[in-house]
């Protein structure tokens, strides 16, 4: 079972390495749906808006991620007249008040977020995947399964989140949606727990993306990102 593991590994880096010329530059537009937990709402928030006024969460809304060889970005795509109450908040319980900064180089992985009134900066680490074989389509490209967890925990409890990637070593970029990277390909579908992202266009060799750095927010770690948050649930 190992060496098979290993042949597989060593089967996608060599895809990865012949592909690797054709791609420099990319462009790629996910279609975010979710079936909306009540989890990850606080009490006051859970108390004022019942399922009919959050309903919308459970509407697509679009992020874009931008790379190139050495970093990426990842953001939400705004849609232009969509600014009213309920988009707001579809566009919160989606992460939508979230970025994510990647840089291989300089091995910075980073998360901007947008919380309390104040904006943040948070080292992320990188996921440990568990690569599978099983694999399938996504439009022309061959991808393959990848899974990983993640905890967290909340006034109801420790809960124990899945995620599964679908990454395409023909596109030999480690970058994916949401803070999740680091597999021998671009993802091109993610499942986090009850939300799904899924690549509807994708663009490679299109533009020189000018991808920054993110340096406005206060860094901080997740543990201290965590805590700040149980403080204002108090």
Not at 32 to 58: C, G, K, P, R, T
Not at 75 to 98: P, S, W
Not at 141 to 165: M, P, Q
Request: aromatic share 14%; proline share 3%.
């Amino acid at each position: 079972m190992k060496n098979k593991v290993i042949l597989h590994l060593n089967i996608l880096f060599f895809f990865a390495m012949v592909f690797s010329v054709k791609a420099q530059t990319g462009r790629i537009i996910y279609q975010v749906f979710s079936s909306h937990q009540m989890e990850d709402l606080s009490e006051d928030i859970y108390q004022y808006f019942d399922l009919v006024n959050i309903s919308i969460a459970n509407n697509p809304m679009d992020f874009e991620l931008t790379f190139k060889r050495e970093k990426a970005f990842f953001e939400i795509k705004d849609r232009m007249g969509t600014n009213d109450f309920q988009t707001k908040i579809a566009k919160v319980m989606l992460g939508g008040t979230k970025k994510f900064y990647y840089n291989i180089e300089t091995e910075e992985f980073l998360k901007q977020e947008v919380a309390y009134g104040e904006t943040f900066l948070i080292p992320i680490d990188k996921p440990n995947w568990e690569l599978s074989n099983s694999s399938k389509m996504i439009g022309k490209y061959k991808c393959y399964k990848a899974t990983t967890h993640y905890s967290i925990e909340n006034d109801a409890g420790r809960f124990e989140k899945n995620v599964i990637a679908w990454y395409c070593p023909e596109i030999p970029y480690m970058y994916g949606p949401s803070g999740f990277f680091g597999l021998p390909g671009l993802i091109l579908e993610l499942t986090d727990d009850n939300r799904t992202y899924s690549a509807t266009e994708i663009s490679l060799n299109q533009s020189d993306y000018n991808i920054v750095k993110p340096k406005k927010g206060v860094i901080i770690t997740q543990e201290e990102f965590e805590k700040l948050r149980e403080k204002f649930k108090r």
